[in-house]
């Protein structure tokens, strides 16, 4: 499992640059989101990948950590799915605004000749 995990974070971490590096803004933008998405996966399993652990340690037992799956990275990305949300709409609004005032979506402001 952990060999695919690796693998999805590196397709997406690899098409995200391939678009950041692209002449056109929303090639740039949607290569931000899967970078960001690449960067949460990595997040999400500094948390161990564990399933069919219990997220929390119970009160009355003696805390063996190897037991438990770590809530902060789950904590962590939530919010950085929501913040990357916000941003990417941010980003899409600038993109709309950029291209009715210059009449092209071209990252310099206009088509190479």
């Known amino acids: 499992m ?10 997406l971490t690899s098409s995200g640059v391939w678009l ?17 998405y690449a960067v949460n996966l990595f997040i999400f ?8 652990r219990a997220p929390i ?3 009355g ?4 950590p190897s037991l438990y799956a770590d809530p902060l990275p ?9 913040i990357g949300f916000a941003t990417t709409a941010l980003f899409l609004v600038v993109l709309l605004a950029s ?9 310099d402001g206009q088509e190479p000749d």
């Not at 952990?2 to 397709?11: D, F, K, P």
């Not at 950041?20 to 960001?36: A, C, D, Y």
């Not at 399993?45 to 069919?52: A, P, V």
Request: no cysteine.
């Open 99 to 107: 291209r009715g005032l210059t009449g092209t979506d071209h990252v």
């Open 61 to 64: 037992e003696a805390a063996e």
């Open 20 to 36: 950041l590096l692209r002449p056109r803004t929303f090639q740039v933008i949607m290569g931000l989101s899967l970078l960001s």
């Open 2 to 11: 952990e060999i695919i995990y690796a693998m999805a974070i590196g397709v």
């Open 57 to 59: 340690v119970d009160v």
């Open 74 to 82: 789950q904590a962590l990305v939530l919010t950085a799915i929501v």
């Open 45 to 52: 399993g500094m948390g161990r990948l564990t399933i069919g």
